[in-house]
């Protein structure tokens, strides 16, 4: 595997899917996206994080959890509040969350070896 993708354990577990359109000039963006995928990786029930952001500022990062609860206490902690609030104010033109409950995933080209929960 390589190190772009998260290590995930065997399903149930949680993705949240951030999609977003960034705002032009970084306004600090930058040093508060690093801080915010290290809390993330650290907070209880966080698996893991696979991110990408073309040359036209349109960007996915996908968090994997192992439950709702820890999804749920990371949305609330007090300095993801305040970059979220930024992010409304200045980073973003548009975005969409979604959150999804993962039942099976494959990995490839080598086989296409499901793993069910």
């Known amino acids: ?3 772009d ?3 995930l354990p ?3 577990y949680y993705a949240v899917i951030f999609t977003a359109q960034r705002a032009d000039g970084d306004h600090g963006y ?3 996206a690093a801080r915010m995928s290290e809390m993330a990786l650290a907070s209880p029930g966080c698996l893991g994080m696979e991110s990408t952001r073309n040359e036209d500022g349109f960007g996915i990062t996908v968090s ?3 439950d709702e609860a820890s999804i749920l206490a990371w949305k609330a902690d007090a300095q993801h509040l ?3 609030q930024l992010g409304q104010d200045r980073w973003y033109t548009h975005y969409r969350l979604r959150v999804a ?3 099976r995933h494959y990995s490839g080209p080598d086989g296409r070896a499901s ?3």
């Open 115 to 117: 793993v069910r929960s």
């Open 64 to 66: 994997y959890w192992q």
């Open 82 to 84: 305040v970059a979220q």
């Open 1 to 3: 595997m390589t190190p």
């Open 10 to 12: 065997q399903p149930p």
């Open 101 to 103: 409950k993962v039942e």
């Open 5 to 7: 993708f998260a290590p």
């Open 30 to 32: 930058a040093a508060m």
